[in-house]
């Protein structure tokens, strides 16, 4: 009979195959009881009557799996254009860059260093020859660290066939804002909207305040500097 | 007047054609990136129910598709606590690491990663931070990005502008800083290191050259784990400036600040 050596093989291979998995998986306990258990390849064939067959060794390789290296992509790099107005400077281009870290999904860093140039106060305008800053002390330079939030992250929706993944999030931060010959400790606050194209691209609309103390027109005050921007980001 | 205006809209321009031509580098050298070494993907296996994929990265971001449990799905990357993942059948979208935990390597056993967790406040490999505080009288703004040897011991780079009545300067450090008890929730830390100052006094003051010394600093401080990856950390260092002056300077540095781990 073909089928008696063949459910004989068959058991034994089991055994085999099953105690390797005991051995790499299973509890100490689990071990246990597999060794105590009498070895059935060995008992049966006195039943049978069988010549003793032979330890199968297996072939088959265990497949070893290696956990791949996944790319972490939390990085935003881009740049942005748009208009800054400063105080009693009117409004004027805006420029820079910006780098984001993304630490959890609502959360992120951002490094933002921008500049723009000032124009002429109302004064200047007026008084025809008056000049209140040299060119050089014109140039806006800031840069700031802030802290942002994710408030409403969700898809929008560009005509029929059109849907992207965005999220409008506020940020604010520290920094510091060279103008006028001076250099000053800035605050900054503002929301922006963040819509992707692709997973890799970001889209940005951003208004943001940019706070600092200036004593440039003869009384201290805290000067406030709007600027709206576009950018676009890339993720890493 | 006429000339003056098109001087600033001129600047802007070739500025901004300049900044379109870095990003659009930037997005190359991404898409690049991207499109290589797709062999190298991760495989794992559903053995939940089924495993929902997102339409982006967030919770805010609707379930469009499920995968069956026994199927086989591709990591392509991770953003945050998202993962991007695809099925054999070609379809793309982010699962979240609470639900790839419960998928299964090629072997049967668990997906194991880096969850940002208490755990990784004992132990992680990167750490960055934005503080602010005081410096000698004058407002601080500091950043730092540390590297960890082991649970205890890290280098660390610090980079610092101080904005003050009397001058403004930067100052950049590397040090080693020693964590005593990582182990727990408020864990405080000594720190060793050195650096430099590069100091501009204000124009109004007697003292109109600019400066620039080495220093040494010693300090401690305090960090508290807020929960995910970030960390409250409160600092104090004493920095002696060794000026080309007969008598060398010293500086109480206080600082507060945010940082988180990676």
Excluded at chain 1, 12 to 34: D, I, Q, Y
Excluded at chain 1, 193 to 203: E, G
Excluded at chain 2, 4 to 17: A, D, G, H, V
Excluded at chain 2, 138 to 161: C, D, H, K, P, W
Aim: glycine share 10%.
């Amino acid at each position: 009979m073909e089928t008696g050596p063949r459910l004989l093989l068959l058991t034994a291979l089991a055994s085999l195959s099953l105690s390797g998995c005991a051995m790499f998986r299973g509890s100490a306990e689990e071990r246990a009881t597999a060794a105590e258990e009498p070895d059935p390849a060995a008992a049966e064939p006195d039943a049978a009557g069988a010549a003793p067959p032979k330890v199968i060794e297996p072939e088959v390789e265990r497949r070893e799996v290696k956990v791949a290296r996944i790319d972490a992509e939390n990085i935003e790099l881009g740049a942005f254009y748009g208009a800054l107005s400063i105080e009693d400077f009117g409004t004027n281009p805006v420029y820079g860059i910006r780098a984001a870290y993304h630490v959890t999904e609502d959360i992120f860093f951002e490094a933002a260093f921008g500049r723009s140039k000032a124009g002429k106060t109302s004064f200047e305008t007026i008084g025809g020859d008056v000049e209140l800053l040299t060119d050089d002390e014109r140039r806006f330079t800031y840069y700031n660290l802030s802290l942002g939030y994710n408030i409403l992250p969700g898809e929008v929706y560009l005509g029929r066939g059109l849907a992207m993944n965005g999220a409008l999030y506020v940020l604010g931060g520290i920094g510091s804002t060279k103008f006028a010959g001076d250099q000053r400790f800035s605050v900054n606050f503002g929301a922006g909207y963040r819509v992707l194209p692709t997973d890799w691209l970001a889209i940005h609309i951003d208004v943001q305040d940019i706070v600092f103390q200036s004593d440039l027109l003869g009384k201290d005050k805290l000067t406030n500097n709007m600027m709206a921007t576009l950018g676009a980001t890339v993720f890493f | 007047m006429v000339r003056s205006t098109s001087t600033t809209r001129s600047i802007p321009l070739s500025r901004s054609t300049s900044v379109l031509f870095v990003l659009l580098a930037l997005a190359f050298w991404a898409g690049a990136a991207g499109a290589a070494d797709t062999d190298k993907l991760q495989q794992l296996f559903i053995a939940e129910p089924y495993l929902e994929l997102h339409e982006g990265p967030g919770r805010g971001y609707a379930v469009t598709q499920v995968v069956p449990r026994g199927e086989a799905i591709d990591v392509l990357y991770r953003r945050t606590e998202w993962f991007r993942v695809r099925t054999h059948r070609g379809i793309e979208g982010w699962a979240h690491q609470r639900e790839m935990l419960k998928t299964v390597l090629a072997d049967g056993s668990p997906f194991t990663f880096d969850l940002g967790n208490r755990e990784g406040f004992t132990r992680h490999r990167w750490e960055m931070g934005v503080l602010a505080g005081d410096y000698s009288g004058a407002t601080l703004i500091s950043t730092y990005l540390s590297r960890s040897f082991n649970e205890q011991m890290a280098v660390e780079l610090t980079g610092s502008q101080f904005l003050g009545n009397a001058s403004n300067g930067y100052t950049a450090e590397i040090g080693l800083i020693h964590v005593t008890r990582p182990d727990l929730r408020l864990s405080p830390f000594v720190t060793l290191g050195t650096g430099m100052i590069w100091l501009k006094p204000k124009s109004t003051l007697v003292l109109p050259e600019d400066r620039d010394d080495q220093t040494a600093y010693a300090g401690m401080g305090l960090r508290y784990y807020l929960g995910r990856r970030f960390f409250v950390r409160g600092e104090y260092r004493y920095h002696m400036v060794f000026t080309s002056r007969n008598e060398n300077e010293e500086i109480n540095e206080w600082k507060l600040g945010l940082a988180f781990f990676f």
